[in-house]
């Protein structure tokens, strides 16, 4: 199946078109020619690696992942758990440059690393949330990417690493083979906005359109793959869909993957816009409600639950 694939540098309102057909029909596509410079990533491409090679008792330093910090198999606060390890940061760059003390022995180099990117990423969310506004014909343009712009703005960054199973020598590394798979991060949507996922060359990230039916995600490194988030669900009255995911292990190279989630403040009340809940769907599905409360709610509950449902409006 080919997954929809949005060029940074062809014409406006055809990009706009592009990624609000994408987010109605997958929740999902991949950003090319997005402008994020190579060196960029890799600087925190090369910094994470050398994190995750630490000895655990180092990588235990950066605090657990209360939800900021390491954590290494477990998820959240309710029993998930998955062949992944993790490092959980805030973007603002006050948080980041007080973290790298507790992560790296140059926490003045890995901190730019992280302030580099994710000022890059966010830029480029953004970016892709006025053309969204823009193809939904929102008349507030910078309705969506205002909230991530914000300087109390809840984004986080998800620094994924998924190691090569010890057990795999006879593996079939073909990801159409998933005979020998472990559950790496298992199927959840994202809570927040906007998500920006940017991997390495290796493979394990699927997407679900379907009930039960996988699609697997080709890694391309030079790429962005943008996931709808369940608060993009809300804000468009039900019209995107946040999309289901989930990666899995089966291969003898480890997985490093990039996060970017881009959120609200905290205190941010999350509605639809008046021209979402225009006629004929003049009717609000969601109760208006905070960021901080869906947040909680989400932390109460475990990672593949449809917390969305409990915000319906009836
Ligand atoms: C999924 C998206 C992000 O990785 C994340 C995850 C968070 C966590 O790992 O701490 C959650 C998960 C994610 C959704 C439901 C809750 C919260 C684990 C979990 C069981 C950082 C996020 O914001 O939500």
Same mark, same amino acid.
């Given at each position: 199946?080919?997954?929809?694939?949005?060029?940074?540098?062809?014409?406006?309102?055809?990009?706009?078109?592009?990624?609000?057909?994408?987010?109605?029909?997958?929740?999902?596509?991949?950003?090319?020619?997005?402008?994020?410079?190579?060196?960029?990533?890799? =600087?925190?491409?090369?910094?994470?690696?050398?994190?995750?090679?630490?000895?655990?008792?180092?990588?235990?330093?950066?605090?657990?992942?209360?939800?900021?910090?390491?954590?290494?198999?477990?998820?959240?606060?309710?029993?998930?758990?998955?062949?992944?390890?993790?490092?959980?940061?805030?973007?603002?760059?006050?948080?980041?440059?007080?973290?790298?003390?507790?992560?790296?022995?140059?926490?003045?180099?890995?901190?730019?690393?992280?302030?580099?990117?994710?000022?890059?990423?966010?830029?480029?969310?953004?970016?892709?949330?006025?053309?969204?506004?823009?193809?939904?014909?929102?008349?507030?343009?910078?309705?969506?990417?205002?909230?991530?712009?914000?300087?109390?703005?809840?984004?986080?960054?998800?620094?994924?690493?998924?190691?090569?199973?010890?057990?795999?020598?006879?593996?079939?590394?073909?990801?159409?083979?998933?005979?020998?798979?472990?559950?790496?991060?298992?199927?959840?949507?994202?809570?927040?906005?906007?998500?920006?996922?940017?991997?390495?060359?290796?493979?394990?990230?699927?997407?679900?359109?379907?009930?039960?039916?996988?699609?697997?995600?080709?890694?391309?490194?030079?790429?962005?793959?943008?996931?709808?988030?369940?608060?993009?669900?809300?804000?468009?009255?039900?019209?995107?869909?946040?999309?289901?995911?989930?990666?899995?292990?089966?291969?003898? =190279?480890?997985?490093?993957?990039?996060?970017?989630?881009?959120?609200?403040?905290?205190?941010?009340?999350?509605?639809?816009?008046?021209?979402?809940?225009?006629?004929?769907?003049?009717?609000?599905?969601?109760?208006?409600?905070?960021?901080?409360?869906?947040?909680?709610?989400?932390?109460?509950?475990?990672?593949?639950?449809?917390?969305?449902?409990?915000?319906?409006?009836?």
């Amino acid at each position: 199946m080919e997954l929809p694939v949005v060029d940074l540098s062809a014409e406006r309102s055809e990009v706009s078109k592009l990624i609000v057909k994408a987010c109605e029909e997958y929740g999902f596509f991949k950003v090319v020619n997005h402008g994020v410079p190579q060196d960029v990533i890799l =600087k925190l491409e090369e910094q994470v690696l050398s994190f995750f090679s630490l000895p655990l008792s180092e990588k235990q330093r950066a605090g657990p992942p209360d939800p900021l910090g390491y954590g290494c198999k477990n998820i959240g606060f309710n029993g998930d758990t998955g062949e992944v390890e993790y490092l959980t940061l805030n973007t603002n760059p006050l948080s980041i440059a007080q973290r790298s003390i507790t992560i790296s022995n140059n926490p003045s180099k890995f901190s730019s690393a992280v302030s580099g990117y994710v000022q890059a990423v966010r830029e480029l969310a953004c970016e892709l949330l006025d053309l969204t506004a823009e193809g939904l014909l929102v008349s507030d343009r910078s309705l969506f990417s205002r909230l991530i712009r914000d300087v109390d703005s809840d984004s986080i960054l998800r620094l994924n690493h998924y190691p090569i199973q010890l057990d795999s020598k006879d593996w079939d590394t073909s990801p159409s083979s998933h005979a020998n798979c472990k559950v790496g991060f298992g199927a959840h949507s994202d809570p927040q906005i906007f998500t920006l996922l940017r991997s390495n060359d290796v493979g394990g990230l699927q997407i679900s359109i379907e009930d039960g039916v996988w699609i697997p995600v080709p890694p391309d490194p030079t790429a962005f793959w943008v996931n709808v988030g369940d608060m993009l669900q809300v804000m468009t009255n039900g019209r995107f869909v946040s999309v289901r995911h989930r990666a899995l292990t089966y291969s003898r =190279k480890s997985r490093m993957s990039m996060a970017f989630f881009g959120a609200p403040p905290l205190q941010a009340r999350i509605a639809a816009p008046p021209e979402m809940v225009a006629p004929p769907n003049s009717l609000s599905l969601y109760k208006p409600f905070t960021w901080a409360e869906y947040k909680k709610t989400a932390y109460s509950l475990r990672l593949g639950d449809t917390r969305l449902d409990l915000f319906k409006a009836r």
